[in-house]
T-cell receptor
Framework: NAGVTQTPKFQVLKTGQSMTLQCAQD?????MSWYRQDPGMGLRLIHY???????DQGEVPNGYNVSRSTTEDFPLRLLSAAPSQTSVYFC???????????????FGEGSRLTVL | GQQLNQSPQSMFIQEGEDVSMNCTSS?????WLWYKQDPGEGPVLLIA?????ELTSNGRLTAQFGITRKDSFLNISASIPSDVGIYFC????????????FGQGTILTVHP
């Protein structure tokens, strides 16, 4: 069972570089989301999607772009990396309660990003 | 926006002790979820609560959905070293299609 797969697991960038964090799920979940985790801050929502072609901003969207061309994939793009974006990033998906599911978020293993 | 206050922020306990942590919200939630995160891993669901007043157990873990729908607690009985990790509460409002709001997390350390 693959579940939610994130790549890469580790990445080091220089300030100003761009990159894409990949996320794929094989559970046919409509809802997908990206969180960042920083010490003492919990999990903060960056962007989310309720289905293919639909995305919306979360709590901390600045500096990040997303797209959802398929149900399975939800990549997160850093346009011009800054040291403040050093963090651990988690992709998560769910079958929402309003759609008849449990609402449980399934998380990937995380991508640790360092921006120098 | 919705805010969740989770306490305590950290706990240092001896093996065998019971643990209690809780979350309070400024808003009403229809779903409360409790997650555990092991080092280097993503959070994993421990218990899900869907009704006000609901009390649910999963082995040594017990969680309750508060009557006011603005709070929840998690108890761990007879702690063991593998209980070490970060515990998160998460809540979902009635109109939220999938979005969860997370607490700041409780870091649990268990001394053998």
């Amino acid at each position: 069972n693959a579940g939610v797969t994130q790549t890469p697991k580790f990445q080091v960038l220089k300030t100003g570089q761009s990159m894409t964090l990949q996320c794929a799920q094989d559970m046919n979940h409509e809802y997908m989301s990206w969180y960042r985790q920083d010490p003492g801050m919990g999990l903060r929502l960056i962007h989310y999607s309720v289905g293919a072609g639909i995305t919306d901003q979360g709590e901390v969207p600045n500096g990040y772009n997303v797209s959802r061309s398929t149900t399975e994939d939800f990549p997160l793009r850093l346009l011009s990396a800054a040291p403040s974006q050093t963090s651990v990033y988690f992709c998560a998906s769910s079958y929402p309660r309003l759609a008849g599911g449990t609402g449980e978020l399934f998380f990937g293993e995380g991508s640790r990003l360092t921006v120098l | 926006g919705q805010q969740l206050n989770q306490s305590p922020q950290s706990m240092f306990i001896q093996e065998g002790e019971d643990v209690s942590m809780n979350c309070t919200s400024s808003s009403i939630f229809n779903t409360w979820l409790w997650y555990k995160q092991d080092p280097g891993e993503g959070p994993v669901l421990l218990i899900a609560l869907y009704k006000a007043g609901e009390l649910t157990s999963n082995g040594r873990l017990t969680a309750q959905f508060g009557i006011t729908r603005k709070d929840s607690f998690l108890n761990i009985s007879a702690s063991i070293p593998s209980d070490v990790g970060i515990y998160f509460c998460a809540g979902q409002g009635g109109t939220s299609y999938g979005k969860l709001t997370f607490g700041q997390g409780t870091i649990l350390t268990v001394h053998p």
